[in-house]
């Protein structure tokens, strides 16, 4: 891939944050590419708890929660789209089963409002990416997007 990015410039970004991955973060295999793609293909400007530098998985406890996050961001994507509304945004549902254990911040929406703004992820970002270079597997937290929904973020391809 590394290889690939330098006469493929929409490579580029995916290989640079291919080479902050420890090697044994880097999931190979039958579907590995779902989670990696997380990873390299993530948000420029990051996600809530992640930077720009690298991609995290983001995943919810239900499909109603998981829905409505999606949608949420779809949204926000395709509003700044010259494309706009008229595209088709094709999902898949992923069913894990998650063994690890996660930083759990659920509850703490009054007690640290900054790591639950709406819109603005800057607290949240240095508080997540504080916690992967501690080595935590992830972040258990409540979402914004749905009442009583819960999501985590995954650190790694294989938290286990």
Same mark, same amino acid.
């Given at each position: 891939?590394?290889? /690939?990015?330098?006469? &493929?410039?929409?490579?580029?970004?995916?290989?640079?944050?291919?080479? /902050? !991955?420890?090697? /044994?973060?880097?999931?190979?295999?039958?579907?590995?590419?779902?989670? !990696?793609?997380?990873?390299?293909?993530?948000?420029?400007?990051?996600?809530?708890? =992640?930077?720009?530098e690298l991609?995290?998985?983001y995943a919810?406890? +239900?499909?109603?929660?998981?829905i409505a996050?999606?949608?949420?961001?779809? %949204?926000?994507?395709?509003?700044?789209?010259?494309? *706009?509304?008229? !595209?088709? %945004?094709? !999902?898949?549902?992923?069913?894990? =089963?998650? +063994?690890?254990?996660?930083? $759990?911040?659920? #509850?703490?929406? $009054?007690?640290?409002?900054?790591?639950?703004?709406?819109?603005?992820?800057?607290?949240?970002?240095?508080? #997540?990416?504080?916690?992967?270079?501690?080595?935590? =597997? *992830?972040?258990?937290? $409540?979402? %914004?997007?749905? =009442? &009583? #929904?819960? &999501?985590? %973020?995954?650190?790694?391809? $294989?938290?286990?």
């Amino acid at each position: 891939m590394v290889l /690939k990015s330098w006469t &493929n410039d929409r490579l580029e970004l995916p290989a640079r944050r291919l080479l /902050k !991955m420890p090697d /044994k973060d880097i999931a190979i295999g039958p579907g590995a590419h779902y989670a !990696m793609a997380a990873f390299l293909h993530a948000n420029e400007t990051g996600s809530r708890f =992640n930077s720009p530098e690298l991609g995290a998985w983001y995943a919810s406890f +239900d499909i109603e929660t998981a829905i409505a996050e999606t949608v949420h961001h779809h %949204v926000r994507r395709l509003e700044t789209s010259a494309m *706009g509304f008229w !595209m088709a %945004v094709q !999902m898949r549902e992923l069913i894990v =089963n998650l +063994d690890a254990e996660f930083h $759990d911040i659920r #509850g703490l929406r $009054d007690s640290r409002p900054e790591l639950y703004h709406l819109e603005d992820y800057s607290v949240s970002q240095s508080f #997540g990416e504080n916690l992967r270079a501690a080595d935590a =597997n *992830g972040i258990c937290y $409540d979402s %914004v997007r749905r =009442n &009583n #929904g819960t &999501n985590v %973020v995954v650190y790694r391809p $294989d938290p286990g």
